[in-house]
């Protein structure tokens, strides 16, 4: 069964460093989409991407992260200096352009923890 | 206001025993759909089952099934005779405007982590 994939499972960084999140989503998805969680916090929606374009964000996703489809497979969310507060898990999904369910199917995540 | 709320921080469940779990959601679109996600300890977010505002049934996939009362705007999670493996955080989920746009956001609740016991 196709699934999204994400790379690195866990990611240690300093405050201030430049990271890069990376997902393979489903090869047929259109839509894909950054989520994070605060450790014991519900998921909170970052950015969606369609048509090579952000097409919403939420208050969170300031200046300081940006998301780029660099080829036809990866979609990278990438916090240009991380903060204490960015510790999250952070999750990757994709979701086909038509289907009933229109179902986000997600990544495994990446922990990021910055100290 | 919460746009999803999951009134129940914690559960507990005796194996082989049926459990709801409540979700309340709040929305003025007429198009929406509700999910629902496991999250086991290990951390990914599993896809259980989806619920359309249009849709005339109940969802139901396997042991889960969807008590939709949509005068009432919730979507309770039914999981029959739970097993050890169901222990996890479940989160209710929804997705509003799908009668057009290319956004489709998830918007989730707080969760509810359901301990099944044997």
């Known amino acids: 069964e196709p699934e999204v994939t994400q790379t690195p499972s866990h990611q240690v960084t300093q405050m201030g460093q430049e990271v890069i999140l990376r997902c393979v989503p489903i090869?047929?998805?259109?839509?894909f989409y950054w989520y994070r969680q605060i450790l014991g916090q519900k998921v909170e929606f970052l950015v969606s991407?369609?048509?090579?374009?952000?097409?919403?964000k939420s208050e969170i996703f300031d200046d300081q992260f940006s998301v780029e489809r660099p080829d036809g497979s990866n979609f990278t969310l990438k916090i240009r200096s991380t903060k204490l507060e960015d510790s999250a898990m952070y999750f990757c999904?994709?979701?086909?352009?038509?289907?009933?369910?229109?179902?986000?199917?997600f990544g495994p995540g990446t922990r990021l923890t910055v100290t | 206001a919460q746009k999803i709320t999951q009134t129940q921080p914690g559960m507990f469940v005796q194996e082989k025993e049926a459990v709801t779990l409540d979700c309340t959601y709040d929305t003025s679109d007429p198009s929406y759909g509700l999910f629902w996600y496991k999250q086991p300890s290990s951390g990914e977010m599993i896809f259980l089952i989806y619920?359309?505002?249009?849709?005339?049934q109940n969802a139901t996939e396997g042991r889960y099934s969807l008590n939709f009362q949509k005068a009432r705007k919730s979507a309770n999670l039914v999981i029959s005779a739970s097993q050890l493996g169901d222990s996890a955080m479940y989160f209710c989920a929804m997705r509003e405007g799908l009668s057009g746009g290319s956004n489709y956001k998830l918007t989730f609740g707080k969760g509810t982590l359901l301990t099944v016991n044997p």
């Open positions: 090869s047929n998805h259109l839509y």
């Open positions: 619920q359309g505002s249009y849709d005339q």
């Open positions: 991407f369609y048509n090579n374009e952000i097409s919403e």
């Open positions: 999904a994709s979701s086909p352009l038509a289907g009933g369910t229109y179902e986000q199917y």
